[in-house]
């Protein structure tokens, strides 16, 4: 069922299967949820508890998520094809991204947490702000992409592609994290 244009404020239950084109979710707690086989279309997300919803085959195509906890999302499980989501003020810890095509992709001031960016393309993209403690990069394209003001960033240069990526000076330890060196600014 096609459900467009509506607002939705503080719901707790969503049903999947259904197709949400140009809607609103407000304060909703949709935490433990089932988005599977969804889809949302230039939706938006603001102030919402997403943590560990399932959302195996849904489709993000333009959403957009703003001051969201979405703690533990396999994104990896969600259809592919046309994905475009943009995350601002986003909690995402232990979320995974694994192999996906985030060309161009928005993370604005996000928490990272332990988040699985495996094999993932991150080419042109944009992480400004984002907290990426224990965040993986595991022969991930991360080419052109701008990493800004980022903290807490390790990212092994030999099995991962950043040619031209712009990273803050002061993450540049990061780089050599797996030489275990002390790297001391001069005074």
Do not use: W
Request: proline share 2%; aromatic share 10%; glycine share 4%.
């Amino acid at each position: 069922m096609l459900i467009a244009d509506k607002k939705f404020e503080k719901l707790e239950e969503l049903s999947n299967r259904d197709e949400y084109e140009g809607c609103i979710f407000l304060n909703c707690n949709l935490a433990n949820g089932n988005f599977s086989t969804t889809r949302f279309i230039e939706c938006e997300f603001v102030d919402c508890n997403l943590s560990n919803v399932l959302v195996s085959e849904t489709s993000f195509r333009e959403v957009s998520f703003k001051n969201c906890k979405m703690i533990g999302i396999q994104f990896d499980t969600c259809n592919q094809l046309l994905f475009e989501a943009s995350f601002e003020s986003c909690q995402l810890d232990h979320s995974v991204f694994f192999k996906m095509k985030l060309k161009q992709a928005h993370f604005m001031n996000c928490q990272l947490v332990e988040v699985d960016f495996s094999e993932t393309d991150l080419s042109n993209s944009k992480l400004n702000g984002c907290d990426l403690s224990g965040t993986k990069f595991d022969h991930s394209n991360l080419e052109k992409a701008d990493l800004t003001s980022s903290i807490n960033l390790v990212i092994d240069p030999e099995i991962n592609k950043i040619n031209q990526a712009k990273i803050p000076f002061s993450q540049l330890p990061g780089l050599l994290a797996k030489y275990n060196l002390k790297i001391k600014k001069d005074s």
